[in-house]
């Protein structure tokens, strides 16, 4: 069985309709309601107070206690290979 690598994002951004995760080779946008349910129904200032962690491994939302992995996002939306 061959190990992947984890992905891991240079960067994120928060729109009205979608979070964007920055990659080093592409940007993936993903509608809030593909993130969470807890994001779907939060408030832009809520959603806009994402903190990417310094690996780049996860996003973490501190207004909303909700923390997710940018693997586990693409990987949900079937963008997880390279």
């Known amino acids: 069985m061959q190990k992947t690598e984890p992905i891991t994002a240079t960067a994120i951004e928060t729109t009205r309709d979608a979070l964007i995760v920055v990659l080093a080779d592409r940007r993936v946008r993903i509608p ?17 107070a994402a903190e990417l962690s310094p690996g780049g491994y996860g996003i973490h939302w501190p207004l909303l206690d909700e923390d997710l992995s940018v693997n586990g996002l693409l990987r949900d939306l079937g963008q997880d290979s390279r």
């Open 32 to 48: 809030w309601e593909r993130c969470s349910k807890r994001l779907a129904s939060a408030t832009k200032l809520e959603r806009s």
